[in-house]
């Protein structure tokens, strides 16, 4: 079976942001792509679809946000965003508070009321929970951050759940993703711009893929064929697992996967927001997503939930997260260094570059990649 029987001058292997913006870009310089994904779907984990006129997020909840401009303005041309602001309830045990860690935390938690009495109370906290010294894993950052209580409510037992580790044994950068305010302010992100496509994401894939340059077929894995496709294609963008296009050579990266549980109800309203945490470490889900309260889209009467459940990742599972950890980052440069070697072939999206990047990173190292591809 020959692969490359139309010329083509990329194999793409993944249909996600990386893979897609490339073959975009590709197209607009000339260049014909053949694209491959082993999924039904394209848009990789951003996928969406419609059920009772609401847009489903098929991987779980993606808001798009981000500070650059150039990616803002990319991203727009293929589609409408709708301002929606990401604000995050928190349950522990039955208790609710807001997220990111804000004033009305502070007093949902404390009672405080002036970013003085917050400020106060966090410091008589981090002495309770004892840090001193630069913080050595993610829960001395954690209560360094925000404090013991906050820690034990509301971080340590979803972060617990979601790496499927304890948070002694995890880097304390993971936390520094998210914000402290001393203001009443509950948007999860401190991004300029932010906002859910009013088309859902899939639809911004299928507009890049409207040219007689770009070919897709889905349902395709490329190791079914890989020495095949390695020998016809003379350049190709991979952006699956970097462990797994060496074969596991030096053992495997770690990773965490998800599954997701999806129920329809006959309500216009049923938890009153988008998504909210369950903090507590019994709760099996790490999130509940109802997706009419991103874009106030959908047919009177319907609403549907998903619940976000963490598992390990094994080789039948879907990688979601890059376990970033020292471990993996060592083992990482090697899989980097093998990959150097093979000057045909571009790797990178979330799995190729072992990274946890949000949406605007992934389209912005696509775009870095472009340039350098063809020396802009």
Same mark, same amino acid.
Do not use: C
């Given at each position: ?14 249909? /996600? ?15 014909? *792509? ?109 209560? *360094? ?11 340590? /037992? ?13 880097? *304390? ?21 932010? /906002? ?43 952006? /699956? ?15 965490? *996967? ?119």
């Amino acid at each position: 079976m020959k692969f490359n029987n139309k010329n083509y001058d990329y194999l793409i292997v993944g249909a /996600g942001p990386y893979g897609s913006v490339f073959a975009y870009e590709a197209a607009k310089r000339g260049k014909r *792509s053949l694209i491959i994904e082993r999924r039904a779907t394209i848009g990789g984990n951003m996928a969406t679809h419609k059920e009772h006129g609401i847009n489903i997020h098929d991987f779980g909840a993606h808001i798009f946000h981000t500070d650059n401009k150039e990616v803002w303005e990319y991203i727009n041309q293929f589609t409408e965003f709708n301002g929606y602001i990401n604000q995050v309830v928190a349950d522990y045990k039955g208790e609710r508070y807001n997220l990111p860690f804000n004033m009305n935390t502070f007093y949902q938690m404390w009672g405080v009321k002036t970013p003085e009495e917050a400020q106060a109370k966090i410091d008589e906290q981090r002495d309770i929970g004892n840090v001193s010294g630069a913080p050595k894993n993610l829960e001395e950052q954690a209560i *360094s951050l925000i404090g013991k209580d906050i820690y034990l409510k509301l971080i340590k /037992g979803y972060t617990e759940k979601q790496w499927g580790r304890n948070a002694v044994d995890l880097p *304390s950068f993971i936390i520094r993703r998210l914000p402290v305010r001393f203001t009443y302010d509950n948007n999860y992100f401190n991004h300029r711009y932010q /906002g859910v496509p009013v088309d859902g994401y899939t639809s911004i894939f299928e507009k890049m893929y409207e040219t007689d340059l770009i070919d897709l077929q889905l349902e395709t894995d490329f190791f079914e064929h890989k020495d095949e496709y390695l020998n016809e294609f003379s350049k190709i963008i991979y952006t /699956g697992m970097i462990d797994q296009f060496f074969d596991y050579k030096f053992g495997e990266l770690e990773y965490r *996967s998800v599954r997701f549980e999806s129920e329809t109800f006959k309500s216009n309203n049923q938890q009153g927001s988008a998504v909210i945490n369950y903090t507590d470490s019994e709760t099996p889900f790490t999130r509940i997503m109802e997706w009419k309260h991103f874009d106030k889209k959908g047919d009177d009467g319907y609403t549907i939930l998903t619940k976000e459940y963490p598992q390990d990742w094994d080789r039948t599972r879907e990688a979601y997260y890059p376990v970033n950890d020292k471990k993996n980052t060592d083992l990482f440069k090697k899989y980097k260094k093998e990959a150097i070697k093979f000057g045909n072939v571009i790797f990178g999206g979330r799995l190729g570059s072992y990274q946890y990047y949000d949406m605007d990173q992934v389209i912005g190292s696509a775009l870095k990649a472009v340039k350098k591809e063809f020396r802009e």
